[in-house]
């Protein structure tokens, strides 16, 4: 099923651009542990996919979400928005769409995407498993997109060293894996999302990768294949991907510091 929710105003013509924010949230959480989905999962008492939903409806740019829900899971997707207000603002007129999603986050990407009317020019694909990113990132990433970048991935330097291994399979899974190699982490990037593109590169790059049958673990990656350049603006540390239990902690406690510095 698939439903527009219209949050007090006439709808996207509210806004000046036509940017819409894809938001896979089809995904199960397996590295979260047992429960449900982790998009509905509750981050101080909001499930996970509000606050990403608010996240791309704050930026001003933005005039369409489209929330990719799990496959048979539309309909419960679609009352749990209807039940959280989208932000504080009588004035907000973001539109909010639910489709269902796919076995993998490419496919729900793709059938989000496919929900994207053609007059939309600039398309962010945001993880509804990075709920807490800040304003101000959403809106670098369209400011590049707008400005001519066809591609636009905010990212931040890594704190650790990285190293290349020969994975341990079959028979020798579990021994030490020999490391092969050390990239210069200077040259390194970990990648988040929002990630922003000019609608037809990320349709395009979509198209291909599904004819070819390959996978990609960002849309990014997809656009890199056609050849044409992706560029990267300054990520957040907030900005991170609840991914394992302990990433629970650090949400909360990020909205615990939000909380008391809204109290000043
Ligand atoms: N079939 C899928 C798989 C993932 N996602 C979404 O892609 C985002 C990033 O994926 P990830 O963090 O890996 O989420 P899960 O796939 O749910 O996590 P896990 O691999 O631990 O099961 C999430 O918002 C997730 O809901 C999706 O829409 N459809
Ligand atoms: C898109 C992404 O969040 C960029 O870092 C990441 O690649 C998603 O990976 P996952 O394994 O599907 O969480």
Known sequence: MSATQDHGGSGASGRTARTAAVIP?????????PGAPKALRPLSGTPMLVHAVRAMAGSRSVSLVVVVAPPDGADEVRLLLDAYPLSGSLTDTTEVVVVP???TRQESVRKGLA???ETVTTVLVHDAARPL???DTVDAVVAAVRDGAPAVVPALPLADTVKEVEPRTGERAGEPEPV????DRALLRAVQTPQGFDRATLVAAHEKIA???DGATDDAGMVERLGVEVVVVPGH???FKVTRPLDLVLAEAVLARRRANDGF
């Open 25 to 33: 949230a089809a995904g199960r959480g397996v590295r979260l542990g």
């Open 101 to 103: 999603g796919g076995e």
């Open 115 to 117: 929900a994207v009317p």
């Open 133 to 135: 990113v800040p304003v």
């Open 180 to 183: 092969v190699g050390t990239p």
């Open 211 to 213: 004819l070819e049958g």
């Open 237 to 239: 540390e907030e900005a």
